[in-house]
């Protein structure tokens, strides 16, 4: 992902600078001057706004003084992709809790199969608890999982990948201090659980991309950088609402219950409309932006869905293959033309089209660059 994102910013006139720390910052009522030491020395660089996605231990977030509020970690973890030897019972063809291993001493195991023979493990132990955050992952603190989780059914071979982590979970108040933004880890922190931190992440920089970019082009006022903070500061709130509560129910045994409550939660989960419930809430994908006319159409709000469509010319697309640009969309969806009146009218595509499928009931939409109507 990181190499298909690098390539493309490269192709957009980008460079990614190497070995570049921050050591320091200073803004202005014009702009942010940073100071990096670099292998040729100490430079400044200069710009309006600076971003900061320098993760969960920022620079940035530190030399702002920005506090971190929060909970501080009560469950550390490890993570490792590897080979295994043994009878792997990989849940196939049955529900994920179906990986889930604890041991009354208090081990956890995950295993999640991966491609060309890798399986994921993510574990924890009373070693693991106490293991600092920056030691290495040995195959005998697995090991010693493995055995209490499995028997003696599985054995590591090779450890390709690991990474520690905790369950702390941390949130700035304000993603904006004057020109200064925090996106992604830098502006909230929870435990990995399901994964949601790179949907998060990546969400929280197209929602605010789009707007530097109106604001930088003279397309947009200053104020519209403020929505950044009503959009994206309550989704990550639930996220990290929602990963301390997975954290509880699949660590290991603790509390008298827990695994009773765990196999209630799973039998829920199996029911459809608990199902697509709890993924639209982990995807992001159920997320309804705040709108004052939400009420006037069922689409106001949400992300666009992505239809099958036929454009004028008969060629066939779906909605996604209009957003590639980043700019927004306009879709006609009406046997009409549209006036293009409308002072944005220039900085939008608009596709005359009919939907093959879920059509919405309306004649027209209009989609913003990070795909919300």
Same mark, same amino acid.
């Given at each position: 992902?990181?190499?298909?994102?690098?390539?493309?910013?490269?192709?957009?006139?980008?460079?990614?600078?190497?070995?570049?720390? &921050?050591?320091?910052?200073?803004?202005?009522?014009?702009?942010?001057?940073?100071?990096?030491?670099?292998?040729?020395?100490?430079?400044?660089?200069?710009?309006?706004? @600076?971003?900061?996605?320098?993760?969960?231990? $920022?620079?940035?977030?530190?030399?702002?003084? +920005?506090?971190?509020?929060?909970? !501080?970690?009560?469950?550390?973890?490890?993570?490792?992709?590897? @080979?295994?030897?043994?009878?792997?019972?990989?849940?196939?063809?049955?529900?994920?809790?179906?990986?889930?291993?604890? $041991?009354?001493?208090?081990?956890?195991?995950?295993?999640?199969?991966?491609?060309?023979?890798?399986?994921?493990?993510?574990?924890?132990?009373?070693?693991?608890?106490?293991?600092?955050?920056?030691?290495?992952?040995?195959?005998?603190?697995?090991?010693?999982?493995?055995?209490?989780?499995?028997?003696?059914?599985?054995?590591?071979?090779?450890?390709?990948?690991?990474?520690?982590? $905790?369950?702390?979970?941390?949130?700035?108040?304000?993603?904006?201090?004057?020109?200064?933004?925090?996106?992604?880890?830098?502006?909230?922190?929870?435990?990995?659980?399901?994964?949601?931190?790179?949907?998060?992440?990546?969400?929280?920089?197209?929602?605010?991309?789009?707007?530097?970019?109106?604001?930088?082009?003279?397309?947009?006022?200053?104020?519209?950088?403020?929505?950044?903070?009503? #959009?994206?500061?309550?989704? !990550? +709130?639930?996220?990290? +609402?929602?990963?301390? !509560?997975?954290?509880?129910?699949?660590?290991? #045994?603790?509390?008298?219950?827990?695994?009773?409550?765990?196999?209630?939660?799973?039998?829920?989960?199996?029911?459809?409309?608990?199902?697509?419930?709890?993924?639209?809430?982990?995807?992001?994908?159920?997320?309804?932006?705040? $709108?004052?006319?939400?009420?006037?159409?069922?689409?106001?709000?949400?992300?666009?869905?992505?239809?099958?469509?036929?454009?004028?010319?008969? #060629?066939?697309?779906?909605?996604?293959?209009?957003?590639?640009?980043?700019?927004?969309? &306009?879709?006609?969806?009406?046997?009409?033309?549209?006036? +293009?009146?409308?002072?944005?009218?220039?900085?939008?595509?608009?596709?005359?089209?009919?939907?093959?499928?879920?059509?919405? !009931?309306?004649?027209?939409?209009?989609?913003?660059?990070?795909?919300?109507?």
């Amino acid at each position: 992902l990181e190499a298909v994102l690098e390539d493309r910013l490269t192709k957009l006139g980008g460079e990614v600078l190497r070995e570049h720390r &921050l050591t320091g910052l200073d803004q202005d009522a014009d702009g942010v001057t940073i100071t990096v030491t670099t292998p040729d020395g100490d430079r400044s660089l200069r710009g309006r706004h @600076l971003v900061a996605c320098d993760g969960a231990h $920022s620079s940035v977030r530190k030399l702002i003084g +920005a506090a971190f509020p929060g909970q !501080a970690a009560t469950i550390r973890m490890g993570t490792a992709d590897l @080979l295994l030897t043994g009878d792997i019972d990989d849940g196939a063809g049955g529900h994920i809790s179906s990986r889930i291993r604890t $041991s009354p001493e208090g081990h956890f195991a995950m295993i999640t199969p991966l491609a060309e023979g890798l399986h994921k493990l993510i574990f924890s132990g009373p070693r693991t608890m106490t293991a600092e955050r920056d030691a290495p992952v040995t195959p005998e603190e697995v090991r010693e999982v493995l055995r209490a989780t499995h028997g003696g059914a599985l054995d590591v071979a090779e450890i390709r990948y690991s990474s520690r982590f $905790s369950n702390a979970s941390r949130q700035l108040e304000h993603y904006r201090h004057g020109h200064v933004f925090f996106a992604g880890d830098s502006a909230h922190i929870h435990s990995p659980a399901g994964g949601q931190g790179l949907n998060l992440g990546v969400q929280d920089a197209f929602n605010l991309g789009w707007k530097l970019a109106a604001v930088l082009r003279g397309e947009a006022g200053e104020e519209l950088l403020d929505t950044y903070q009503t #959009e994206r500061h309550p989704v !990550a +709130a639930r996220v990290l +609402a929602l990963t301390r !509560a997975q954290g509880v129910v699949m660590g290991p #045994e603790r509390d008298g219950g827990l695994a009773e409550l765990r196999d209630v939660l799973t039998d829920l989960l199996r029911l459809p409309d608990a199902n697509r419930y709890m993924a639209g809430v982990m995807s992001g994908l159920d997320l309804r932006l705040p $709108s004052p006319d939400a009420e006037t159409h069922p689409l106001l709000g949400l992300r666009m869905p992505d239809l099958d469509l036929v454009v004028d010319g008969g #060629e066939r697309v779906t909605f996604s293959d209009l957003m590639r640009t980043g700019r927004g969309v &306009l879709l006609n969806l009406s046997d009409d033309p549209l006036a +293009a009146a409308a002072p944005w009218s220039d900085r939008v595509i608009q596709v005359r089209a009919r939907a093959e499928s879920g059509t919405p !009931a309306a004649e027209a939409v209009l989609v913003r660059p990070d795909g919300y109507v």
